[in-house]
Each structure stands twice: as C-alpha cells, then as structure tokens.
C-alpha cells in the first residue's frame, strides 16, 4: 500500500471525522461573522444605487482565485500547521514568521469586532444606553474564554445549525426587505454612477473582506473523512457567501438610510425593515449565534496555533502551557484580553470602520502571499504531491498577487469613502512589532532553548 | 530505523513515566482513546490505548477503530517515547502527520510533551 493509500485507509477507519456538511458550514461560519453586517454596509457608499451585488459578485470570482491557491497548498500540507510548512518553505523563514503574526492580528480584530457589534447590538435591542454595550463586551468575552479553558467547544451538528440559521435568516430577512420596500432597485446596474472607478475598487476590496476567513477550514484538513471534502467545502461556502451577502448588501442599500447603514448595527435595521419590531430581535438573535462560530473558530484557531508555534520553539515556552483539560491557557486568556481591549477602544472612539478596512487589508495582504507560496512551491518544490492543481498557474498566480496586493493597499488607505491612513497605520505598527519580535529577540530565545535542550541528558540507550 | 523491539522498549519506558504523572493523569480523565502508531520507513503499525486515566501497553499492529492516527519514521517514535525529541517541532516541519479531532491531537501532544519536558 502506498503513503498516500495508506492515509486514505487511515482517514476512513477514523472513529470520528467530519464529513462536506461540516466543512461547508465551518468555512461559511468562519467567514460569515457579525463584522459581515458593517462590512457590507460599508460597502454600499462606494458603489451607486443598488449595484452592490456587482463589487460582491467580482470579489467572490477573487475568492475562487484565492481559493485555487489555499486549495492547492491544503492538498500539499494538509495539516493545521500547513500555513508554517508552506511559508517556511517558499519564503526565508523570519518573512514567513513576521507575516503569520502580523496576520494574527485579524483573528484578534475579528473576535474583537464581534464583541463589540453584538455588544451594541444586544444594548441596541434591549433599549439601553450605549455604554452597556462594554459591559456586554466583557461579559461575553469572558464567556469565551472560561468555556474555552475548560475545553468546551461547538460539536459539528450544533455548528452546522448555529451557521444555518445565521445563512438563512440572513437571506429571508433580505428578501423580505426588499420585497416589502414596494418600489423597484435603482441603478441596480451601474455601479459607477456619480462615482470613481476607484470607489468601485474599494467596494471589491470590502467585497473580498465579505468572503474571508472562509480559508481557515483548512486547519480542518486533520478531520476530515475525505481530503477533498476541504476544497469542496470551501467552493460551496464561497457559492453560499456570495449569493446571501449580494441579496443582504443590496437590500441594506435599498431599504437603509445613510444614518443606518453606518451604524454600529445596520442589520437590525435590515431586520426592522423586513419584519417590523419582531425583525430587531431575530436579528439581534442572529448576531448573536454568528459570535458563538466567530469565538469557537477563532480562539481555538488561534490558541492551538500559537501554542504549536510556542512548542516549535519560535514563541516563548510560556505560551505553550497547558490546562488540566489540554488547552493551553495563556494564548486564550491572553487572545481574551487584548481583544477585550480592542473591543473596548473599538466602543470608545467608535472607529469600526477602521477595523473593517484592516480586516480587508490584511486579508488581500495574506491572499496575495498564498497566491506567491503556491507559485514559489511549484518551482522550489515540484514533485511534491498536489492532489489539486491549479490550471494556468503561472498567469493566474502573478495576476492574483498583483491583483490581492492592490485591493490591500487601498483598503488600508480608506475608511468608509474617504483617504484615511488609520488602516496603514495599525498594520505597519502590527507588522514592526513583528518584525522587531522575529529579529531581535527570537533569536535570543531559539538560543536558550537550544542551550536547554544540548543540557538535557538523553535517555535513549546507546545514544 | 528503529526496530519493533526498540520501540515496544522505548514505549514501555514512556508509558511508565506518563501513568506514574499526576498531571498528565488528570489531563486525560474521561479521555479514553484509540491510537494508531504507522511507520513510514519500516511499515510497521502500533496500538495504544487510554483508558481509565492509564495508557495500556503497545500493541503490534493496529486494532479496534481509531480516534487518532500518528504517522512518521520510526527513529523519531523511538526519540519520542524516550522523551528526547520534541514532537512538535517534527509536526511543525511535517514530518509527524496526525489524523483525528484538533481536541484529541491536543490531548496526543499534551501527552508527549509531558514525557518530553518532565523528563
């Protein structure tokens, strides 16, 4: 039997493995979090009328780019460390490990976010004042992180539930507000009416931002019952996200006012404007579920990858503590804690928009970098096995990278429709610390360890 | 590469170390588990089981269903269960691939690594 045989074999004994409906509903969970909401909203400025589906529908055949490259490393590395193997790989491995951290700094903006939008959303609904929110903030992250310390965490069937409601309602409250609006779209098909062809640049950027995460399945790859369920699953989650993010973004810029759309909570007004009173609370409910996929999958993604990066040896050893239920607790507590703060500042200074264009950028910043990995790998590495190829890499890649690269740029120079620098600005300081981390004082650290380790006797006898 | 009677030695050696570790102990409270061990180099196949806080001796060859399959050369399994080689970075690298829940995958880890730094 062959390696590959063998690991097929391996997969389909496995006890418990998860099969496509999981994999669709993880992909489109991860992606589809309550920061979705603004982000679409935001969306809606750069483009006319209701020709918002259009920047959705170009941004999702850029997810299928993004997708080819995921898919085609997943096939290669199909572990949940695949985003070490295949950067350390094409890359020097100091570049590789100051991007991975700086790209960290999303899944801390996107707990982060979440927290504050069903904060609000939650203050919203309930009638109380804007300051209840950070009280909600708190609350529910510290919910967060004791049921992830104890090692609680959402079973398949409940996340494939969880997801959707959140796919479904989404879609009917959309229909409804559009149908009940009672009058017809406006420009449905001119995009750039009354606006830059930059402006339309932006709202693919934002549009792009719609569909990320939808790649963090690909930790899945240990999991599942059969390996390409990985890329089917993300096909299908992009198909789901692009047709439930056009119907909510153009009903958001047909039945929304200015004043509503840029709020901390435009889908409950989406929901007010498809079902009344009623329509707040099922929104407010919604948003709410979208947290539990948005904490689950982001704190463990991001807790198991830091603590396997910290057992590498290239974060220090504190961060590879572990819990007397297996989890390692200082990458939760602390992932708590600074999304706490991020959440809070996020409250006080109300600049969501801000963390949506780091998101946006941050996210053509790593889709570019898979799209080099893939091109590099087929170069530096080509007989290693790739159960999925991309077709026409060698144009599809540098146009991708090209392409991811300049949405990235842009989005971090905009807020809302206007040049701020604020974006750059978190993801250049983000991405120093990183580099000041990597350069100067890991190497310290990867020392004493090696000391450590040279100091230790070695038990093996005979050796 | 690592004979069978090497590992089974080795393994005997880590096994004794893990269920005599309190800490360890508690960590798999309630986690009774099935593990595969593949050799690529060798082709050879283990079974470890956890039941009742307590890891059983290491069968030849694989039995019963598995939560968990581990596959790599058979030196770094041999390095392993003498607790002188750190299976992370071999994971890191690629070079030890696992199979089964991101939770069971902690609970193998966490276990390695307690013979790994408790050594």
Redesign the interface.
């Known amino acids: 039997m062959t390696?590959a045989a063998?690991?097929l074999s391996?997969?389909a004994?496995?006890?418990?493995a998860l099969g496509l409906r999981t994999v669709v509903t993880t992909s489109t969970g991860l992606a589809f979090a309550a920061l979705e909401y603004l982000a679409a909203a935001g969306l809606v400025v750069y483009v006319a009328g209701d020709s918002a589906w259009i920047p959705i529908i170009v941004a999702g055949g850029l997810a299928l780019v993004a997708y080819g490259f995921f898919g085609e490393l997943n096939g290669m590395?199909p572990?949940?460390?695949a985003i070490?193997?295949y950067m350390k790989r094409a890359m020097d491995d100091r570049v590789a490990l100051t991007i991975t951290f700086t790209y960290l700094t999303t899944i801390i903006l996107v707990i982060a976010s979440d927290a504050f939008i069903v904060g609000r959303a939650l203050a919203h609904a309930f009638g109380e004042p804007a300051w209840v929110a950070s009280i909600w903030i708190v609350g529910l992250l510290a919910i967060a992180v004791v049921t992830n310390l104890r090692?609680i965490?959402v079973a398949g069937l409940l996340q494939d539930a969880a997801t959707s409601v959140v796919i479904v309602a989404t879609l009917v409250v959309g229909i409804l507000a559009l149908v009940r609006s009672g009058h017809g779209l406006h420009t449905p098909l001119q995009p750039l009416h009354g606006h830059h062809p930059g402006d339309f640049l932006q709202a693919v950027a934002l549009g792009v931002f719609l569909y990320s995460a939808f790649e963090w399945v690909t930790?899945?790859a240990?999991?599942v019952r059969k390996p390409r369920s990985i890329n089917r699953g993300m096909l299908i989650a992009i198909a789901i996200l692009c047709v439930v993010c056009a119907v909510a973004t153009v009903a958001m810029s047909h039945t929304l006012s200015h004043h509503e759309l840029t709020s901390a909570y435009p889908q409950l007004y989406l929901g007010i404007a498809a079902l009344g009173h009623s329509g707040l609370w099922v929104m407010a409910a919604v948003t709410a579920v979208t947290a539990l996929n948005t904490f689950n999958g982001g704190f463990?993604t991001a807790s198991?990858f830091i603590?396997?990066?910290a057992?590498?040896?290239s974060l220090p050893r504190q961060l590879?503590q572990?819990n007397?239920?297996?989890?390692?607790w200082v990458p939760v507590v602390v992932l708590g804690g600074l999304s706490a703060v991020v959440a809070l500042l996020v409250a006080l200074t109300h600049a969501w928009e801000v963390l949506v264009a780091v998101g946006a950028a941050l996210e053509g910043m790593i889709y570019a970098v898979a799209g080099f990995c893939a091109l590099r790998l087929r170069s530096r590495e080509p007989d290693l096995p790739r159960p999925f190829r991309v077709r026409g890499l060698g144009v599809l890649g540098p146009v991708g990278i090209g392409l991811f690269g300049l949405l990235a740029v842009l989005a971090s120079v905009s807020v809302q429709d206007k040049f701020d620098p604020a974006p750059l600005v978190i993801i250049l300081v983000a991405g120093a610390l990183s580099a000041f981390y990597v350069l100067r004082i890991l190497p310290g650290i990867r020392e004493r360890e090696a000391a450590r380790?040279a100091a230790?006797p070695?038990?093996?006898p005979g050796? | 590469m690592a004979s069978t009677e090497e590992l089974l030695e080795?393994y005997a050696?880590w096994r004794t170390r893990s269920n005599a570790n309190p800490?360890l102990t508690?960590?798999v409270?309630g986690w009774d588990r099935?593990i595969?061990f593949?050799t690529?180099d060798t082709g050879q196949a283990f079974t470890m089981r956890i039941e009742g806080q307590q890891l059983s001796e290491l069968a030849v060859g694989h039995e019963g269903?598995?939560?968990v399959?581990v596959?790599g050369i058979s030196e770094d399994f041999?390095?392993m269960f003498?607790?002188?080689l750190?299976p992370?970075?071999k994971?890191?690298?690629?070079e030890i691939?696992?199979?089964?829940?991101?939770?069971?995958?902690?609970?193998i880890?966490?276990i390695s690594?307690v013979a790994f730094l408790d050594?």
């Open positions: 390696d063998a690991t391996s997969r004994t496995l006890r418990r590395f572990t949940a460390a070490r193997l090692g965490t930790t899945s240990e999991e463990i198991r603590y396997g990066t057992r590498e040896g590879a572990l007397a239920r297996a989890v390692p380790q230790r070695r038990r093996r050796r | 080795a050696e800490r508690k960590m409270r099935v595969h593949t690529i269903q598995p939560d399959v596959t041999c390095d003498w607790g002188d750190n992370s970075e994971y890191m690298s690629g691939t696992l199979l089964g829940s991101q939770q069971d995958v902690m609970r880890d966490a690594m050594s």
